[in-house]
């Protein structure tokens, strides 16, 4: 079984400042993707980026990167200049890679990270 | 492309109660997956469909069902509510439901049980 571990349950940043929320996950598959979503006030949960495994470079979205630690099994958000739009709820997820059922579309969490930008 | 619509967005029940609460994908998306978002368990994979056909379950009571219509809209069901079952439900579509697939998700139908 996958666990997905967000030791932060909140954060504080300054808007044009930078932030950057841990994530670390136990597996034992070789193959899997990693996802970090954001679910602001309204509820509504948005991707912010993806990352592969078996892909070594770090995916960047905008002002959105990770630091993908395979070997430490950590996968870290950066959020660069801060907006007030970003603040929300950031959850880590996992998805095993794989064509047994128990892989289809299923999404593992961890517990989520609050982000507060303030003025 | 319209994104995914979740029906109705809140919902009082009592207990004992049954509950049937729909989601509709993005067009073109087959797999729907479910999840249950609670302040103390997190957010919880209930189940996930493609082509009408169950295919992955999570640890949740049989009081927990669902469907997924040949139009790929999806429905859940809990039957004989309990106040634990209070939560926002999530509906998730992807195009096949693999992990290259990127989940994409609805507003979510908040239920409340009394």
């Known amino acids: 079984a996958q666990t997905v571990t967000q030791s932060q349950p909140e954060m504080s940043v300054q808007e044009a400042e930078t932030v950057t929320l841990s994530c670390t996950y136990d597996?034992?598959?070789?193959?899997?993707?990693l996802f970090w979503y954001k679910q602001p006030p309204s509820r509504q949960m948005i991707l912010v980026i993806r990352q592969e495994a078996y892909k070594q470079q770090n995916a960047t979205e905008n002002r959105f990167s990770v630091n993908f630690q395979k070997a430490a099994k950590s996968f870290s958000l950066k959020i660069s200049d801060s907006q007030l739009g970003d603040t929300a709820m950031y959850f880590c997820?996992?998805?095993?890679?794989?064509?047994?059922?128990?892989?289809?579309?299923?999404?593992?969490f961890g517990a989520g990270t609050q982000v507060v930008v303030t003025p | 492309k319209a994104g995914v619509t979740q029906t109705p967005r809140y919902l009082i029940k009592t207990r004992g109660q049954q509950v049937t609460l729909s989601c509709s994908p993005i067009?073109?998306?087959?797999?729907v997956s479910w999840y249950q978002q609670t302040p103390g368990q997190g957010l919880q994979f209930l189940f996930e469909y493609f082509s009408e056909t169950q295919r992955n379950k999570g640890n949740f009571p049989g009081r927990f069902s669902g469907r997924q219509f040949s139009n790929s809209r999806s429905e859940m069901n809990v039957s004989t509510l309990e106040l634990g079952d209070s939560a926002l439900y999530l509906c998730?579509?992807?195009?096949?439901?693999?992990?290259?697939?990127?989940?994409?998700f609805g507003p979510g139908t908040r239920l409340t049980v009394l």
């Open positions: 997820a996992f998805m095993k890679h794989g064509v047994t059922t128990d892989s289809w579309g299923k999404l593992q």
């Open positions: 597996t034992s598959e070789s193959n899997y993707y």
């Open positions: 067009s073109g998306h087959r797999s």
């Open positions: 998730a579509s992807s195009l096949m439901g693999g992990s290259a697939d990127t989940q994409y």
